[in-house]
């Protein structure tokens, strides 16, 4: 039984090699829809581990009050525009927000465009400045590579203290130990307590290359106008934290004195939250892969099985010697839908090398986490079998099925 599996196998190898140029153009259109769909499977889902990564370590049991809601929200037909969170606000709502179990952040930016300097060296003016309370790094899910964190003594004391980002390790303080040296921003010197572990950038956005400081010497360092302060709330429990929302929205409309019948000023905002809608945005990408392959592979699926057919034509007088010779139809069969799952496979296998490739490609170029995509890899093996199946059914029972005398008088 081996032995004619061997045997049948060799023969669907000697037959590709005989229409080489044939068997190339229909490796290639399989290709085409299998790469399709890795290559967006791949870069969509390099793009979904590094938003789960980003946002996954703040935990659902995070929230925020922020100026606007993550949907952008219409007053008939014009864009609402909500106040800003001042600085009096969130210092209310610390003092007021007594919610158990829970540990309130506040911040704010400063600029995005600073230049920080040690001695007689400085980075280029694309640093971003951020003023924080002792909970910030907890609330956001940061952790430090090296020394403390700002504590409450340092907001309170108005200590000259700052976090670093870790871009700085390799670019400000090369072949330096940070720690215990002295920046200066906008001309104010700041201790480094502590360094940041990576975090990478995401969209363009460096998260890297950022410096915390306390938010009191922040606000007399960055003096300007209206500006708007983020508030973040984590409950240790998550199923207090539906409470823990109430509580916070009923808090924050009574510091901004809103009778019950108007609407909230403000918006409400959960890591979670977010990641679902970016996962409902990358569904429709999904789609379009899947909507992309299957045309291809509907495609290659005909051409498939067009040139088995014409294989098997061309090939009438051999199936009439074979079977003069004593082989069966399903003998017959065999060879012939071994020639078109092989065919399928090598368009398979290339299909999902050069997906890959695209895949990490994008995904090196946007920044992203790239991750091996085995889901798709394991559907695009499976589609290309089914097609193979599907092409090779009807020309493998064709053959089959030849009259033996009949295939002799071919010509």
Known sequence: MFSLFKENVRIAFDSIKSQLLRTILTVLIIAIGITALVGIL???????NTISS???????NTFNLQRYESEVRMDGGREKINPIIGYREVKRFKEAFEYPGTQTSISFTGTSSAEVKYGNEKTDPEVSILGVNEFFLSNSGLELEAGRDITYFDVQNNNNVAILGSDFQDGLFENEDPIGKTISVRGVKFTVIGILESKGSTFGNNQDLRVLIPIEIARSVFTQPSINYNISVKVDNKEMLEGAEDEAIITFRNIRGLNPIEENNFGMGRSD????????ITSYLNMAAWAISIITIFGSSIALMNIMLVSVTERTREIGVRKALGAKKNTIATQFFMETLIIGQLGGLLGILLGILIGFGISAAAGFNFVTPWVAILWATGITILVAVLAGSYPAAKAAKQDPIESLRYE
Do not use: P
């Open 54 to 60: 980003d946002f996954a370590s703040m935990g659902a």
């Open 42 to 48: 791949s870069a969509v889902n390099a793009l979904e």
């Open 273 to 280: 939250d977010l990641i679902n809608r970016i996962f409902s």
